[in-house]
Nanobody, 114 residues
Framework: QVHMTESGGGLVQAGGSLRLSCAVS????????VSWHRQAPGKQRELVAS???????GYADSVKGRFTISRDSAGQTVYLQMNSLGPEDTGVYYC????????WGQGTQVTVSS
């Protein structure tokens, strides 16, 4: 079973930055692809970024060039650096497998004011 704890969200003005953290509890972190997902108000959850154990990354078109995903294997933590934030980035951010196969955590709220 994989458990994740997200943190780092908050209220930020448009153009600002936030860094999200996801602590991943698993015995197999070194073999695990981890993704960030987000759910905006009234919308379905969407995949934002993914990172493989070899540090290969992938991003949704809407965040390319603004968001950076990274991982710290020693601390079993995955980060999401978010720059140039806009109101469209508002939502609850979760980490999970790319397909969302693990139990969802509580997520961390990101609110971007215009």
């Amino acid at each position: 079973q994989v458990h994740m704890t997200e943190s780092g969200g908050g209220l930020v003005q448009a153009g600002g930055s936030l860094r999200l953290s996801c602590a991943v509890s698993t015995d197999h972190f070194s073999l695990t692809v981890v993704s960030w997902h987000r759910q905006a108000p009234g919308k379905q959850r969407e995949l934002v970024a993914s990172i493989t154990p070899a540090n290969n990354t992938g991003y949704a078109d809407s965040v390319k060039g603004r968001f950076t995903i990274s991982r710290d294997s020693a601390g079993q933590t995955v980060y999401l650096q978010m720059n140039s934030l806009g109101p469209e980035d508002t939502g609850v951010y979760y980490c999970n497998s790319p397909a969302g196969r693990w139990p969802w955590g509580q997520g961390t709220q990101v609110t971007v004011s215009s």
